[in-house]
């Protein structure tokens, strides 16, 4: 066996990595093949092969925040700006529920004020009405508001790190703060929300090391999610000209995340698969077991451009269903039917 196929099969059996055996997976593409087949292998043995659906709402794409890879960053012109209402989220929450048989909702947007703490929690409050799981993806916030959503009924927060890479973060989130996010997710968690968080791969400045660090990081923080994709390019921002992350290394860095945490969910990310027509199912092959369909009016959609060619986006909810299943079943796996709640192992033990 070579090094590294011992270091796979050790974390496979031990769920552990050192930071310095992380790296060294991480630099060597000779193992990727081997490493997403364990991967595999520890999802269906701890999570199973069913897939979980989450209905995707793009509920607002005004944003405070001038993320610099981001297509939504406040200081971007060239995009027309949209608030969907309340009674529209209710009624796409509502399709997706009855008439797709979706069982999670997850509401996300830019940090748009607008939907303050009650605005946001009537609407919580009516979409827990159909039955289903809510998850909120609406950025910083602060501890008595999580707790006011989870206290209207929402279940669920996602909120990416994007980096450990504090001077990285620092210098792609201007005005923002590293240490704030992180007091986020801790806040997140002591609202008795399950936490979601992930990174993006790819960034420029960012290296191996500071990869190995996000792995180890989302076990420091006992995620129940871990979101994690290629970064895009998007041409109207300051990144425009950045290399852009790869498929392959998304891939690695979520099936590493797979290996040491084997019980958690992991989607396989919309900016996978628009790297590449097959990088959802590669990612359900490597580790992953859910995926966010989005339910978004297409009329709005296309302007929900967090990166550029975000690959669904000309299909309507039911046509990008319609894709999925078939995806779904074309690689002898199945749409689960439960909600889809983490559910930790003893130790981490199948
Ligand atoms: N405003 C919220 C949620 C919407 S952004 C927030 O920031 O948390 C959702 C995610 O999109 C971000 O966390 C980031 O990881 C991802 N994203 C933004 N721009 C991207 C790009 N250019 N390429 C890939 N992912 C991107
Ligand atoms: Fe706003 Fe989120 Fe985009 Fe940053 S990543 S600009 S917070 S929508």
């Known amino acids: 066996m070579t090094a590294s196929s011992e270091l796979i099969a050790k974390a496979a059996a031990t769920r552990s990595l050192s930071r310095g055996e992380l790296i060294e997976l991480l630099s060597d593409d000779d193992c990727n093949e081997a490493l997403f087949a364990a991967a595999d292998d520890v999802r269906r043995r701890y999570v199973g092969d069913g897939i979980h659906l989450r209905a995707l709402i793009e509920f607002s794409n005004i944003c405070r925040n001038n993320c610099c890879y981001c297509g939504l960053r406040r200081d971007n012109r060239n995009i027309k700006r949209y608030r969907i209402d309340a009674d529209t989220i209710f009624n796409l929450a509502e399709y997706a529920a009855r008439n797709m048989g979706l069982k999670t909702i997850v509401l996300q947007s830019g940090e748009d004020m607008f939907f303050d703490r009650d605005k946001l929690c009537d609407i919580i409050r009516r979409i827990k009405t159909l039955d289903v799981a809510l998850t909120l993806s609406i950025g910083e916030k602060t501890a008595a508001e999580y707790k006011a959503y989870k206290a209207a009924g929402a279940d669920r927060f996602l909120l990416r790190i994007e980096t450990t890479d504090r001077d990285l973060y620092h210098r792609l989130d201007p005005g923002m703060n590293w240490q704030n996010r992180r007091r986020c997710l801790a806040d997140i968690a002591a609202a008795g929300l399950e936490v979601g968080s992930g990174v993006m791969v790819g960034l420029p400045g960012q290296t191996i090391e500071s990869l190995a660090d996000d792995i180890l990081f ?15 390019p998007h041409p109207d921002t300051p990144l425009k000209d950045a290399a852009g992350g790869t498929l392959e290394m998304s891939l690695k860095v979520m099936a590493l995340t797979r290996l040491l945490l084997p019980d958690i969910n992991i989607p396989a990310t919309t900016a996978m698969e628009t790297l590449a027509p097959d990088g ?37 909810p039911d046509e990008s269903l319609k894709v999925l299943r078939d995806k779904i079943t074309g690689i002898n796996r199945f749409v689960a039917t439960d909600k889809g709640f983490h559910h930790q192992t003893k130790n981490g033990k199948a």
């Open 280 to 316: 959802q199912t590669k990612a359900l092959q490597a580790g992953a077991n859910v995926i966010m369909p989005n339910v978004t009016l297409t009329q709005y959609r296309r302007h929900y451009e967090l990166y550029p060619g975000k690959s669904t986006t000309n299909y309507t």
């Open 218 to 232: 989302f076990r420091e923080i006992n995620a129940d999610m871990i979101g994690i994709g290629p970064f895009i």
